[in-house]
């Protein structure tokens, strides 16, 4: 590498060389650098710097990606890693302690090794205890919240941890020996003098310089001459360093942004610096700072040249070894587990009666044909297993999925680990990899460059319980869950900017509302030339007060230039990583607290681990949909007083497939999206393979180039096909001549030019620009072309043909998912479809209980009443803490969780004071439970209290009302949530947990509306709307009826002329019509032409209706959308043969403006107006 | 002028909703010949600063116009 940076042409000013920054910051260092180590890398290269360290504040987030740019770097720059560690030293008792940092070099791996154990000791790895307080065991081995934000190493912990790293005593005027000298008086010099005299002693005396920085600002030469003097009188070396934050001087801004937000201050931030000086320095700048010591610039260069290139990670030793089994005995262990797995799997393989070939009269049709078929692919599979020595990581897995059994918790396997038969008999995953044509090099081969994965989906409730018990079984060599990069979004970087601007919170809201997350090349048209003019210029922003832009100037720039920016380290909770054999995790990577109790997390992304590192990481995935079928399961065994497996339903049952054929698949997993629904309605499943296909084929690319309409069509013999060759024929007839799975392309390729199914792997990797490093540019691909025609044509096949054939995969190829992905998935879809068709209102409870999919609790209640599941109000002495079922698995009931604002401990008082006695009246129900006057408000508004109405302390025939029984709130003490652990409110939250009110690509939802809706007037009357409304805003249900369903509004709505959502769907070709409907989503996904296009669902009493918005309509209308909640829609019903139905809005209207204009009107009681 | 006794720069006060509260600058420290100590600002300093390198050779000579050395300060 650093022969070849030799060659290099270097810019004229490379003479200043060798010098190398040795204390740089990125954005990994949180909360003040700006620059990812990509652009520094990029910098450091175009000044003609051969050699670049990295060294973020109390973290080693970014090496990967930083040892990743470096070697890409075109002629090759040299990665030097360290880190900048924050140090707290006491220098008088009873004062506080002293901070400032250091910079570590690693100059070898056991350097590297020593500054992963020194930053894991230190950010709150369990059972360090902080020597100067930062946290104690009492706090549960780890971190305070303050502790984790700002973290400090006592000296101690540094000095065990010294071994082969280079050691620079911070920049001026922060880094710690100048703080100690010239802030804190006598006493402090004296202890700098300490410090470097230990500091000599444990890391050596060559290995400790005084660093000397300039950051241009008021009396930093007088500063440097100090730190120098000292340096002199003790003989330590010196050494020049550049001390960067960012890339450009410009760049400053954002820095102190990034800080004051880190402090939750305004601008300016704590330790405040006035400069822009602390950015990439040129060769030729720091030579000019620094041309009077000579003795420093030299000392930066030796830096360099011990520490450059030390440190290389990745390679096959990463991997993992399983408790209890090494080498030999894992091996061992696995095939065991494989063959005892297979006996279950495959019984009849098993079985001593076959004929003489070998051929298995009782294996189903189309899964193996003999048992020497099966041997032969197991003993396959797992010789690759041991030459990769991934042994250990599938005895992990194995044990993963143990532990989840042994708790009774739903688990099954995903993604291309399902190709492999090894997996399958060790229960891992679900689909039979021979029936389904799944080939197991797509999931592992010798010649693929990154690990491969195994994931499971576990339920989303028990997932921590699982994980837990198999981190605590690894937690002596090591495991942690990865991290992830969080960057900001455009809405994210309003609220940073506006906070450090020092706007409050009420303003900062008002500020960020609506704008969206990101701007995306398609949304912006050719005239707009910032994306504020596209974002400004969308409906969704109509009256925004950003439209002030010259009031917000310097607000709207900084959010821009925020963007996209490094903002904190986030948690990927699901993906572990566990310590490679012989070795202990916290050697290979810095671990720290995450922030959840117990729960360690290495500094590492999630991809960099993988990709970089090459450790394979094991997914324990929170799955919703396990959640909601564990739920029903439970309800079903309860119904039939036998235990039901939700996840093992009776293979190809007819109404199953007849509720999936017929489109109204909410609830179904994977095919519940409208896209799915329309599809379903044409594909016409009948089998577990057909919904596989229309898994694979529901995604943007196959959605973008339209393979969906072929297949279609094919599948329902309404278009001949034929595939290129008849040798192809069992590859492809499955599918209909069209190439939908990579592993079709795999096989293709090999059966066709006698590559190998590794090599041909490669292939479809170089094809779709897969990972690995293999996408190759267009000679690599012309290359690849000829080498497979060549190849073809030497067996015997026509140029012509072969030449066809590749360019059939060429086209196909890239928007080719995995089949064995498609499969797992597939299996889940049928187990929930076979609930809804079999016990609905479990079914149904248990999606309500678990919400797993894109649509609100209040559509979920609406299709079970559809399918004639009854709903029964909420009940203070019927309702569980759930949804639950009576009436004989016919009839649902409201649970008390759904009550807006009704904290967890709340709910079990409730729950069990009730058992205890009744509750007789209000004041009862607030003297017995944690329950508040507030949410006595909201019980009774949501219907919980009719009951009280009722009560045995009323006369015959006498019923209080909802508003009296207000009123009787009124003579209650008031009662307010305290501070008393466990009162935390039940969150309704959006299903992807954003927190920022609306989800992506949704600006305006049912789950915004909730968060929206106002708080109802007490003094009202409580008519049989207001009801109504006031149960939609407590419960965010229609518990009584459909909002639309009632004679009067279906008057207002005929005389309006509005056709039922499930009439337009039958009507004709270019008819023109007129619906109605609340709103569930809006979305505007990717498309061919790539022109904005908007899809908006919404919901009558006869079901759901999704409508095409294009860009004309959307920009005259679509301000509507985001200023009410139900809409008037008229548009033109389009029935294409081949892309089915679609309903084209031309014009859009709020429904209650719309009906204020017909007599005896009345008002839709949801929206942003109700 | 005897001596220029320490040079560096101001960045700061940006986020000020008055221009007048920002500061971008450099200053010198200079002893004139009579013994006093004054500092002297260069405005305009950051012109030169935003090359595609983020360095420049000439960012503290460089100003726009109307740039000029002021007297900000004296030293007791």
């Not at chain 1, 360093?241 to 201050?265: C, K």
């Not at chain 1, 004041?923 to 439970?929: E, H, K, S, Y």
């Not at chain 1, 003094?1019 to 249900?1037: C, K, M, P, T, Y």
């Not at chain 2, 390198?53 to 030293?75: F, P, Y």
Request: glycine residues 12%.
């Amino acid at each position: 590498m650093r022969e070849a940076g030799a060659l290099k042409a270097k810019p004229a000013f490379a003479s200043f060389a060798p010098f190398a920054h040795l204390h740089v910051r990125s954005g990994f260092s949180y909360g003040f650098g700006t620059a990812t180590p990509e652009e520094l890398v990029a910098g450091a290269s175009r000044m003609g710097y051969s050699s670049l360290a990295l060294t973020d504040r109390d973290g080693m987030y970014g090496v990967p990606r930083f040892l990743a740019a470096c070697s890409r770097e075109e002629g090759g720059l040299s990665p030097i890693v360290g880190a900048e560690v924050t140090i707290e030293v006491t220098v008088q008792l009873r004062k506080p302690c002293v901070r400032g940092h250091l910079v570590l070099l690693a100059y070898s791996m056991s350097g590297y090794a020593s500054l992963c154990k020194l930053i894991t000791a230190y950010r709150g790895y369990r059972g360090y205890r902080g020597y100067m307080g930062a946290w104690t065991k009492e706090q549960g081995g780890q971190p305070s919240p303050s502790g984790r934000r700002d973290p400090a190493c006592d000296l101690r912990a540094l000095l065990e941890h010294a071994e082969d790293l280079i050691c620079l005593t911070g920049a001026v005027p922060h880094g710690l020996l100048p703080r100690l000298m010239l802030g804190e008086g006598t006493e402090g010099l004296g202890k700098a003098r300490y410090l470097l005299a230990t500091l000599r002693e444990a890391f050596g005396a060559d290995n400790v310089y005084v660093e000397l920085s300039d950051d241009e600002t008021a009396g930093s030469r007088r500063r440097i001459r100090a730190v120098e003097e000292l340096a002199r009188r003790h003989g330590v070396p010196t050494v020049a360093t550049g001390e960067v934050a960012y890339l450009y001087p410009e760049d400053h801004r954002l820095s102190e942004v990034l800080a004051a937000a880190r402090h939750l201050s305004p601008l300016p931030p704590p330790l405040y610096r006035p400069t822009d000086r602390l950015y990439l320095r040129s060769p030729g700048r720091i030579a000019r700072l620094f041309h009077d010591r000579p003795e420093a610039l030299q000392s930066a260069a030796e830096i360099a040249g011990r520490c450059e290139g030390a440190v290389r990670l990745g390679g096959n030793s990463m991997l993992p070894e399983a408790n209890g089994y090494a080498g030999a005995e894992a091996r061992k262990r696995l095939i065991s587990l494989t063959i005892r797995g297979a006996r279950r799997r495959y019984p009849a393989a098993f079985e001593t009666s076959r004929n003489e070939a070998g051929a298995l009269p009782g294996v189903l049709p189309g899964v193996f044909s003999s048992q020497a078929e099966l041997t032969k692919r197991l003993k396959r599979e797992l010789s690759v297993i041991f030459t990769l020595g991934f042994e250990g990581y599938f005895l992990i897995a194995r044990e993963a999925a143990e532990i989840a059994w042994e708790m009774n918790v739903p688990v099954t396997g995903r993604g291309s680990a399902a190709n492999s038969v090894v997996a399958h008999a060790l229960h891992l995953t679900q689909p039979e990899p021979f029936g389904e044509r799944l080939v197991f090099e797509r999931f592992m081969n010798e010649k693929r460059s990154d690990p491969p994965d195994i994931d499971l989906d576990v339920c989303s409730e028990l997932r921590d319980g699982v994980r837990g018990e198999l981190m605590r079984r690894y937690e002596k060599s090591g495991v942690a869950v990865a991290a992830t990069a969080n960057t900001l979004s455009l809405r994210g970087a309003v609220r940073m900017a506006a906070r450090s601007l020092g706007y409050t919170s009420k303003e900062t809201d008002e500020l960020a509302r609506n704008v969206p997350r990101h701007i995306r090349d398609r949304d912006q048209p050719d005239g707009a030339s910032s994306e504020w003019d596209v974002a400004l210029s969308s409906p969704a922003m109509r009256g925004h007060p950003l439209q002030d832009r010259r009031r917000y100037a310097l607000l709207l720039e900084l959010a821009t230039k925020l963007e996209g920016r490094l903002s904190q380290a986030g948690t990927h909770t699901g993906g572990l990583v566990f310590a490679p054999k012989g070795m202990k995790l916290s050697e290979v990577a810095s671990l720290e607290a995450s922030g959840t109790r117990g729960l360690v997390r290495c500094q590492f992304d999630k991809d960099d681990i993988e990709g970089v590192l090459g450790m394979p990481k094991l997914d324990l995935l929170g799955l919703r949909t396990h959640t909601s079928l564990r739920k029903a399961g439970e309800l079903v065994s309860k119904k039939l007083g036998r235990r039901m497996d939700p996840l093992s339903p009776p293979p190809d049952d007819r109404e199953t497939y007849r509720l999936i054929r017929s489109g109204s698949t909410v609830g179904i997993f994977q095919l519940e999206s409208p896209g799915q629904q329309s599809l379903q309605r044409r594909l016409g499943a009948r089998r577990i393979s057909d919904i596989t296909a229309g898994v694979a084929l529901f995604r943007p690319g196959p959605l973008t180039a339209d393979m969906v309409t072929p297949y279609v069509l094919r599948r329902n013999g309404l278009e001949p096909y034929e595939v290129p060759l008849k040798e192809l024929d069992d590859i492809l007839r499955p599918t209909y001549g069209c190439l939908i799975y990579q592993e079709q392309l795999m096989s293709v390729a090999s059966r066709l030019s006698g590559i190998t199914l590794a090599e041909s792997d490669m292939l479809r990797r170089a094809m779709t620009g897969g990972g690995g490093g293999d996408g190759g540019g267009a000679a690599k691909m012309r290359a690849l072309a000829r080498r497979f025609v060549d190849k073809a044509v030497g067996r015997g096949v026509p140029s012509e043909k072969a030449r066809e054939v590749y360019g059939f995969l060429e086209g196909f190829g890239r928007y080719g998912f995995s089949a064995a992905h498609a499969a797992s998935f597939a299996h889940i879809s049928y187990a929930t479809a076979y609930m809804l068709a079999h016990h609905p209102a479990e079914a149904y409870a248990g999606v309500l209980n678990a919400r797993p999919g894109m649509y609100s609790p209040r559509v979920i209640l609406n299709e079970a009443r559809r399918r004639g599941v009854k709903i029964l109000g909420p009940n203070l002495h019927l309702s569980e803490r759930e949804f639950s079922v009576e009436g004989d698995g016919r009839a649902l009931r409201v649970g008390l969780s759904y009550c807006r604002g009704l904290s967890k401990r709340a709910v079990s008082d409730i729950l069990i004071e009730r058992g205890k006695k009744p509750f007789v009246s209000v004041a009862d129900l607030c003297g017995r439970t944690s329950v508040t006057t507030g949410d006595l408000e909201n019980l009774i508004g949501g219907g919980f209290l009719d009951d009280l109405g009722r009560g045995p302390g009323l006369g015959q025939g006498q019923v209080r009302t909802r508003r009296e029984l207000i009123s009787d709130i009124q003579a209650l003490p008031r009662k307010k949530r305290g501070s008393t652990r466990g009162q935390e409110e039940i969150p309704i939250e959006h299903p992807e947990g954003t927190s920022e009110g609306s989800p992506e690509g949704s600006p305006a939802s049912w789950w915004a509306l909730r968060q929206r809706s106002p708080v109802r007037e007490l003094a009202g009357a409580f008519s049989a709307e207001d009801r109504e409304r006031e149960e939609l805003r407590v419960l965010g249900l229609n518990v009584g009826s459909h909002p639309l369903s009632k004679g009067r509004y279906h008057n207002a709505l005929d005389a309006l002329g509005v056709v039922s959502s499930g009439e337009i769907l039958s009507l004709a070709h270019g008819s023109r019509a007129r619906a109605a409907g609340i709103l569930e989503s809006l979305q505007s996904p990717p498309t061919k032409s790539g022109r904005p296009i908007w899809f908006l669902q919404t919901e009558d009493t006869t079901g759901l209706l999704q409508s095409t918005i294009f860009e004309g309509v959307y920009k005259r209308h679509g301000h509507v959308l985001y200023e009410s909640g139900a809409y008037l829609l008229d548009g033109r019903v389009e029935q294409d043969p081949r892309r089915g139905f679609s309903f084209v809005v031309e014009k859009i209207r709020a429904l209650d403006e719309a009906l204020s204009v017909v007599p005896n009107k009345v008002g839709i009681s949801v929206g942003m107006g109700a | 002028m005897v001596r220029v006794i320490e040079r560096w720069r101001e960045v700061g006060g940006w986020w000020e909703q008055d221009d007048n509260r920002s500061v971008d600058r450099l200053v010198i420290r200079v002893e004139l010949s009579d013994g006093a100590v004054a500092d002297l600002a260069w405005a305009g300093a950051r012109t030169g600063a935003r090359t595609a390198t983020g360095d420049s050779s000439s960012d503290n000579t460089k100003g726009g116009a109307g740039d000029a050395w002021r007297l900000v300060g004296l030293v007791d």
